[in-house]
């Protein structure tokens, strides 16, 4: 069972294109992060939200955490090729003993020239 | 060092035998985490280390699969008689403490199973 549901899938767009990626959960999290990982590498965070209904801009990407701090999205504007990559949500429950973050499968994002 | 180090980068071996994953944390970073990412899949998490101890090993899939971690610093996932399901690239990760949502990810190790 997949705690967090990511959609879509995969995602294939021209330069330009405005894009959105949602993380979907009927789980609270404590804190919900983004990242973003190239073939052959380890994910690298782009950004950590904690408050339900906070957003957080970076450069073209906007993220946002439902206000229950149960789902997120990341909103690309004008995306670039060098926007390609795998995009992870990933929940933080510090309840939790095993201090852990559940990840959702991702969405592959494909952007061509 | 800067990063998470993980070695090797890749591993190639034949099943049934045994094999020794190594993560390098960044120094000082007392939470260290492992996880499995099989292909088209997100991370699965397999264990956590609080300093040098394990609070919960239930991540780990079998008993063929086993962790340790020394100096609060090098960790070691061992993988004992491989399966070819086995088969997938092994994460590590680090933070700087259990409190710290931020973890810092090596680039893995891509174990294939003959």
């Known amino acids: 069972t997949q705690l967090l549901e990511q959609s879509p899938q995969f995602l294939s767009i021209q330069e330009g294109e405005n894009l959105t990626v949602y993380c979907n959960s009927s789980s609270v999290f404590s804190s919900l992060q983004w990242y973003r990982q190239e073939p052959g590498e380890g994910p690298v965070l782009l950004v950590t939200v904690v408050t339900g209904g906070e957003v957080k801009k970076l450069k073209r990407l906007t993220f946002q955490f439902g206000d229950a701090r149960k789902d997120s999205s990341l909103h690309i504007t004008a995306a670039q090729p060098g926007d390609t990559g795998l995009y992870l949500c990933a929940g933080e429950d510090r309840g939790s003993t095993l201090g852990r973050l559940y990840f959702g499968r991702g969405t592959q994002l494909t952007v061509w020239p | 060092g800067a990063g998470v180090s993980q070695s090797p980068s890749n591993k190639v071996t034949e099943k049934g035998k045994d094999v020794e994953l190594r993560c390098d944390p960044i120094s000082g970073h007392t939470a260290l985490y492992w996880y499995r990412q099989r292909l088209g899949q997100g991370l699965e998490f397999l264990i956590y280390f609080q300093g040098n101890s394990a609070p919960n090993k239930s991540g780990l899939p079998s008993d063929r699969f086993s962790a340790e971690r020394t100096g609060e610093s090098v960790s070691t996932l061992t993988i004992q008689r491989t399966q070819q399901e086995d088969s997938a690239v092994y994460l590590c990760?680090?933070?700087?403490?259990?409190?710290?949502?931020?973890?810092?990810f090596g680039d893995g190790t891509r174990l294939s199973i003959l």
């Open positions: 990760a680090s933070s700087a403490d259990r409190g710290d949502p931020t973890q810092h």
